[in-house]
């Protein structure tokens, strides 16, 4: 029932007229034509204009009630349209609904609409880019308010942190409060939220505290925390500020300034002067002044300094220009040095070539040539080729049986003889070989290393440097005066057919410049015991022959070598109980066993000849241990090479040995010696090697004329 008909309704600041009016005893209801509310300070209220729409007053309750049909209202001098129910009061003017905005939209179950501003406390905000039309923006219940004199909205979460959907970015952040520029298309976010100190990396923990979330299918669900950060809904690029570090794969990154740039597709902007934390737990590596493009979360690229600090502190930077994730996330980098750039691994190498960075391990590693830093005028100085970790604290290069130069060239250490005539000799340390046929007395594999306290360089194994009687080979140059000494296995570039020789020593450049060997050497050859039985047994009897103090040579080192430790500590044991053995070690038995020989290299005659008495050990089966008068000599020769050994008592007793191209021959004074050796057949003082032509017999040599010329050459026997 009810009044029909139309007319006009006036009421506060409004005025609403239509056609289709239902008038009740308490109210009017029906369908509007115009609708109209005029701005008012005083009510503060906005304007509104409308046309068809429902209307409901009631006077006795002093409320006028608009809702919007298919047309919106329009509102606050037409840059709102109003799409729900206002109700006017005396207290004001409230609704529900949507309010759209220019490039925005607002909804809410409780709107305030005050004189220049919306107000509401649980509402639903969106964006929309104005050119693209596409949703950039948006969140639900937040504390809104919009002022149109300031051109601002402001919005305050309700219980804690809201859910932003950035979709054009591909990223949730979550904000406690943002700002909207209205004319200029931009968001202010912020949060209260603060990264803990210890982020910890790939975790929900380290997630919980970020608050930008990429959901980009390819970026893993990236995250990090920017308190503050700044939306362009225009360009649909964010501006995320005061973001102190971001986990990815296995690093911490830091922006140089906090500023990390979002744009379409989660695309991030390259960060640049970056630093890199890697990985997370050891924290091994800072890379500094990065230039990087981030991927996701578990990819990155880019390049960057690291400063390599050496053992006294100096710091070198070295740039990486390939930093990347592996297929196991971690992180690694790559990078070149040139010559010029005077990079040191320490103060005693330089280095140039490649380097690696492995986040997980805390050495670099170099792949390139190091160079010595040494002014040795002798030495030349070259480029070490190697493939190794380096510690700086302590400075090791591996060094293999065949150490190259940069440009492939053979390097060689120790005490060189040269392999053709003329034959001479020459000190090496990494140095190339003078000729190809040349070879070192004693070479050493290892590590080389520059030990500071000796100041020294030096090749071997990582223990032998700390002990030099274990097994093993040394060589050292020392750094200050360039004197150069080499231990261990000596192989001496002698051919000498048949016989088979075992050396170890030292051997070194001494004041004069004269190449030195000293140490034990193993003789083995076809001869017959009881020569050797005679001999030794004659020896102890010579008026000058001395019990050899084995403890006081290189006997015990020698043995380390040629039977191990083990053996080693149980010979010595015997020997240091009862100063000889009971029965001579299988082991041990050798043609001729000499210690504590000393030879220097004579390049006149092209030889090495020893220098004072010959520990002479054991002969065959024999133990003999006495030091007695003598002289060795090696000689290179374009014809063969020969050996000659000369054991001297006094003038009535002596055995010299004259060896070449495989014929012993041998002279004494000693007629038991020289009856012995008649009794042999001929055939057993022969022997034929597998190799064709190889041979060595022994005889004696009647004629003293070759002896009497070594002991008048040498004048020490008379």
Not at 35 to 51: H, K, Y
Not at 389 to 398: A, F, M, N, R
Not at 540 to 549: N, S
Request: hydrophobic share 40%; with cysteine.
């Amino acid at each position: 029932g009810g009044l029909q008909g139309g007319g006009e309704i006036d009421f506060l600041t409004a005025h609403v007229s239509g056609d289709e009016f239902v008038f009740l005893p308490d109210s009017a209801i029906g369908k509007t034509t115009e609708v109209r509310n005029a701005e008012n300070d005083l009510s503060n209220v906005p304007d509104v204009i409308g046309g068809v729409a429902n209307m409901s007053f009631v006077p006795g309750e002093r409320t006028l009630s608009i809702s919007t049909r298919r047309d919106s209202l329009r509102m606050f001098r037409d840059e709102a349209h109003f799409g729900g129910t206002f109700r006017l009061t005396d207290d004001g003017m409230e609704g529900s609904g949507l309010v759209a905005l220019k490039g925005a939209k607002l909804e809410s179950e409780a709107f305030d609409f005050q004189q220049r501003k919306i107000l509401a406390d649980t509402a639903a905000f969106e964006l929309r880019g104005m050119n693209s039309g596409l949703l950039a923006f948006a969140t639900d219940n937040v504390l809104a308010s919009i002022d149109f004199d300031e051109r601002l909205g402001d919005f305050e979460t309700n219980g804690g942190e809201t859910k932003i959907d950035l979709p054009e970015n591909q990223y949730y952040c979550f904000m406690d409060a943002f700002r909207w520029f209205m004319d200029d298309s931009t968001v202010e976010l912020s949060t209260s939220r603060t990264g803990d100190d210890d982020i910890v990396i790939d975790t929900s923990e380290d997630k919980a505290l970020s608050n930008f979330v990429s959901y980009h299918p390819n970026q893993d669900s990236l995250h990090f925390l920017s308190p503050k950060a700044r939306y362009n809904v225009e360009t649909s690029v964010v501006e995320c500020d005061a973001v102190r570090e971001i986990a990815i794969a296995d690093a911490r990154i830091q922006p140089d300034s906090g500023r990390v740039t979002v744009r379409k597709r989660a695309k991030m902007d390259p960060l640049e002067k970056a630093v890199i934390i890697a990985n997370d737990v050891t924290q091994y590596h800072r890379i500094f002044d990065a230039k990087l493009q981030i991927n996701g979360r578990l990819d990155y690229e880019g390049q960057g300094t690291v400063l390599y600090k050496d053992v006294n502190d100096n710091e070198f930077p070295v740039f990486f220009a390939e930093i990347s994730v592996d297929s196991a996330y971690n992180t690694t980098a790559e990078g070149a040095i040139e010559i010029d750039d005077g990079f040191m691994l320490s103060p005693a190498f330089q280095f140039a070539g490649n380097v690696r960075l492995l986040a997980s391990r805390q050495e670099l590693e170099f792949d390139g040539a190091a160079r010595l830093a040494h002014a040795c005028p002798d030495l030349s100085t070259e480029w070490l080729v190697f493939n190794s970790t380096i510690d700086p604290d302590e400075v090791l290069i591996p060094v293999n049986a065949a150490p190259i130069s940069q440009d492939g060239k053979d390097l060689i250490s120790g005490i060189v003889l040269s392999g053709e005539a003329p034959y001479t000799g020459y000190p090496a340390f990494l140095t190339r070989r003078q000729d190809d046929e040349d070879r070192p007395l004693i070479t050493a594999t290892g590590e080389l290393r520059f030990d500071r306290k000796g100041q020294r360089y030096l090749i071997s194994d990582p223990d032998k440097w700390r002990q030099e009687n274990l097994p093993g080979s040394l060589i050292e140059l020392k750094r200050e005066d360039c004197a150069l000494r080499a231990l261990g296995v000596t192989n001496m570039p002698y051919d000498l057919g048949m016989i088979q020789h075992e050396m170890v020593g030292e051997t070194w450049v001494d004041e004069d410049g004269k190449l030195r060997w000293k140490g034990s050497l193993a003789l083995d050859f076809l001869f017959e015991e009881d020569l050797l039985a005679n001999m030794a047994a004659a020896m102890p009897t010579w008026p000058q022959a001395q019990p050899l103090d084995i403890f006081n040579s290189n006997y015990e080192y020698a043995l380390r070598e040629w039977v191990g430790l083990e053996e080693t500590d149980k010979i010595i044991s015997e020997l240091s109980m009862s100063g000889t053995f009971r029965r001579l070690p299988k082991s041990l038995e050798h043609t001729m066993l000499f210690t504590d020989i000393e030879w220097v290299w004579d390049p006149y005659d092209e030889m090495f000849v020893s220098e004072g008495p010959i520990g002479v050990v054991s002969l065959g089966e024999q133990q003999v241990f006495q030091k007695v008068q003598g002289k060795i000599e090696w000689i290179r020769s374009r014809s063969g090479d020969m050996m000659r050994i000369y054991l001297h008592g006094d003038d009535m007793n002596w055995y010299f040995f004259d060896y070449k191209l495989g014929m012993m021959n041998v002279t004494t004074r000693d007629q038991a010696f020289i009856d012995l050796v008649a009794e042999i057949k001929p055939d057993k003082r022969r022997l034929k090697g597998e190799e064709r032509g190889e041979r060595f017999a022994y005889q004696i040599m009647m004629s003293r004329r070759k002896r009497d010329d070594l002991v008048d050459k040498y004048r020490e026997f008379e």
